[in-house]
């Protein structure tokens, strides 16, 4: 009888993502930065779903005065907000992201 080992599924990181972090991990990746919850630019490459997991939901606990709304944010983090969201935009467009097409393009 041989035993199968499978192997634990990692996230690439945010800069590996087939839409260049424009996607729901990527955003969360980008408001855990805003909150100080990872160093900016941590790309959480190598974490297993179960660490995203836990990333998710400590972002959503960090949104939760602000009622998940940037426009809640206080200025400073408003400001961080929009630099790092931006910054992440212009990448993704600059390397052929199209926020116009869809899953089936």
């Known amino acids: 009888m ?3 080992h ?3 599924q990692t996230y690439a990181g945010i800069d590996h993502e087939e839409h ?3 996607s729901m ?3 969360i990746i980008r408001d855990a930065w805003v909150f100080g919850l ?3 630019g941590d790309g959480f490459a190598g974490k297993h ?3 995203l997991q836990n990333l998710f939901e400590a972002v959503h ?3 939760e005065p602000y009622g998940q709304l940037p ?3 206080p200025p400073e983090l408003a400001a961080k907000h929009a630099r790092i969201h931006d910054e992440a935009l212009q990448r993704a467009k600059g390397m052929g992201w199209d926020a116009e097409l869809g899953d089936d393009d």
């Open 2 to 4: 041989s035993m199968i």
């Open 6 to 8: 499978s192997r634990q």
């Open 20 to 22: 260049h972090g424009m």
């Open 25 to 27: 991990t990527g955003r």
């Open 38 to 40: 990872l160093p900016e």
């Open 49 to 51: 779903a179960g660490e």
């Open 61 to 63: 606990t960090a949104w």
């Open 71 to 73: 426009s809640r944010l």
